[in-house]
């Protein structure tokens, strides 16, 4: 618990353009149903467009793809998040061609590791392991990334049983709050993160500060919202 307490430890600021902040934000707020935040999305892109060329562009298109790719995941529109997510992943793979750097490494990473998610077990088995490549090779450019640091631990925090570790992935967790320069959607992941874990092995009082945690980042988003009910269904309600 000492560490929740201590999470200001890391650096914590935010790096994201603001005209990158309301598609960012609306993705994990969760108010606005996929069809409004393609709105959202559209003036990103374009935004882009004005505000950004050569390899800062490709990043930026390759982020707003990755963003609206999770918000229709969340749908469970997964045929149309597929395609976000497999071009969000090429214009990452540009990126890192034409100048590699962490955050290049990253946006190739998260993308391809949703697309994993929405393609077929043969595309899974060929690509899983490049996952956390790409990670790597972020951190070795900057090692206090924190959604780098994020991709390796949610291996160990999310993989299904018996491939998953959640004492490790919890440890790693952990270590990202004091270790790494931490953005909104980077706190929200890390402690959400460490609050499931500790509900899926029903500890339910260790997993309670974090999840409220992750709601003080964004206090609308339906999958913490969901698991603070876990927390007071099967868990008891702290009195």
Do not use: C
Request: proline content about 3%.
């Amino acid at each position: 618990m000492a560490l929740l307490l201590t999470v200001g430890a890391g650096l914590y600021a935010e790096r994201l353009p603001s005209w990158m902040a309301p598609l960012r934000d609306a993705i994990f707020e969760q108010t606005l149903p996929a069809d409004e935040v393609r709105n959202i999305y559209l003036a990103t892109v374009a935004e882009a467009g004005r505000n950004t060329s050569g390899t800062a562009q490709l990043l930026a298109l390759s982020r707003a793809e990755h963003l609206m790719g999770q918000i229709l995941l969340f749908e469970e529109r997964e045929r149309e998040a597929h395609v976000h997510f497999a071009e969000g992943l090429r214009l990452a793979e540009l990126a890192v061609q034409a100048a590699p750097s962490a955050d290049a490494w990253v946006l190739r990473a998260e993308n391809l590791a949703h697309k994993i998610q929405t393609s077929n077990w043969a595309f899974a088995m060929a690509n899983g392991l490049d996952v956390e490549r790409f990670a790597r090779n972020a951190l070795e450019l900057d090692g206090r990334h924190a959604a780098a640091q994020y991709l390796i631990a949610a291996r160990w925090v999310f993989a299904p049983r018996p491939f998953n570790n959640f004492r490790r992935g919890i440890q790693m967790m952990e270590a990202i709050l004091t270790d790494a320069d931490l953005e909104d959607d980077d706190l929200f992941n890390v402690t959400s993160a460490i609050g499931w874990a500790h509900i899926e092995q029903r500890n339910f009082d260790q997993a309670r500060p974090w999840i409220v945690k992750a709601l003080e980042v964004y206090p609308t988003n339906q999958f913490v919202t969901g698991l603070l009910e876990t927390i007071d269904n099967r868990g008891g309600r702290r009195r």
